[in-house]
């Protein structure tokens, strides 16, 4: 073949790709409008090195497998651009205001999508239920202060499902005006969790302190009321929004201070890949070993529970409802078999969810 027929082979096959990249983004917008729909961020890393892995098998001679995956990963990349801009009219709900830790967490996870700011958890997980947003980004635990029951309440309560799970690093600053010093603070705000999270803190320097809706909040009032003797706990990001300076660093109790975020929506999405897990939600008869015997079913078919917590009921007093987060699959062969077994000892039962229990931890300006 000389270099003439060389370049018109180029061209011939070039043409084809370009009608197979053509095939391959319709299939993409399809994928943009299942992952839209179930409040889904567009990258999903596991499924991604599982398209490399099935694509380097494709390509038998050695020397160009290394040469095919990275092509692959370019296409992956436009793919993923394309994508990107299709869910872009995404809106997301999240509590609190611009600055918010949630806020964070939403833009981290929905780079592309529009944010709406809610004034509760309540309002932003109806939000969702009422179709005014495809998704809510809400916190479900900390791993100092622990869970954020008024979301275990909408979870047991609602009917959105949880289709990922992030954890995310806060790292608690104290604010103040560009003219106040640390010396000079005499009260502190922020959101009732935060001020757990920094008790020591504020103890040992004895501030006075006072609970707020959320951290953006408090940095917003700070602002607004120009009082060097006040200062707000929220994060470093949130400085650069109000106009405020930096006190303090890290001043938090816990050096692994790190909140989970769970993305509620409206339809269960499937889980694939390594590190399943579930969430579920159900009441026993008020009896002795009526939570031992659930128990005893769910450790009987070999899965692991991770967490177990009890709250109490709203509407029944003195009763309580049981959230476990589990290791597993309920959509395998073990796992209806444990929900058919479970059905039998519990008066109440429901799985609020699933999702890939190794997600990728939210890191300040990476995406998911």
């Not at 020397?63 to 993923?80: A, N, S």
Request: hydrophobic letters at 40%; aromatic letters at 8%; glycine letters at 8%.
């Amino acid at each position: 073949m000389d270099i003439e027929e060389a370049r018109q082979e180029i061209a011939a096959v070039d043409r084809e790709m370009a009608a197979l990249f053509e095939r391959r983004l319709r299939a993409g917008a399809a994928v943009a409008a299942w992952k839209k729909e179930r409040g889904l961020p567009v990258r999903d890393k596991a499924q991604e090195e599982r398209v490399l892995q099935r694509g380097a098998a494709n390509v038998k001679d050695p020397e160009k497998r290394g040469l095919y995956q990275c092509f692959l990963q370019d296409v992956m990349h436009r793919t993923r651009q394309y994508e990107h801009r299709l869910i872009e009219g995404t809106r997301v709900a999240y509590s609190g205001v611009e600055g918010a830790f949630a806020q964070i967490a939403a833009r981290r996870i929905f780079p592309d999508a529009r944010l709406v700011a809610c004034s509760s958890f309540e309002e932003a997980y109806q939000a969702v239920e009422n179709g005014d947003c495809e998704t809510a980004v809400l916190p479900i635990e900390n791993s100092y202060a622990g869970e954020v029951g008024q979301v275990m309440d909408l979870l047991y309560e609602g009917r959105l499902y949880v289709n990922g799970v992030y954890d995310m690093a806060v790292d608690h600053c104290l604010l103040g005006t560009p003219e106040s010093s640390l010396e000079g603070i005499r009260t502190v705000i922020s959101h009732p969790q935060a001020l757990a999270q920094c008790r020591t803190y504020t103890l040992e320097r004895g501030f006075e302190t006072r609970e707020m809706s959320n951290t953006a909040v408090a940095a917003q009032t700070v602002r607004d009321r120009q009082d060097a003797s006040l200062a707000a706990i929220a994060s470093e990001e949130t400085a650069s929004l109000y106009g405020l300076k930096v006190l303090d660093r890290h001043i938090h109790e816990s050096r692994s201070n790190t909140t989970r975020f769970a993305v509620f929506s409206p339809v269960e999405a499937p889980v694939r890949g390594t590190g399943r897990a579930f969430l579920l939600l159900f009441t026993v008869c008020d009896e002795a070993g009526g939570l031992a015997r659930a128990v005893n079913v769910i450790s009987g078919h070999g899965f692991n529970m991770r967490v177990l917590r009890s709250r109490p009921m709203k509407h029944l007093p003195w009763h309580y409802y049981f959230y476990a987060e589990i290791e597993g699959d309920t959509a395998t062969e073990k796992g209806r078999q444990l929900m058919e077994e479970l059905a039998g000892v519990c008066t109440t039962l429901k799985v609020a969810g699933s999702y890939t229990s190794a997600e990728d931890a939210l890191q300040g300006g990476e995406t998911i």
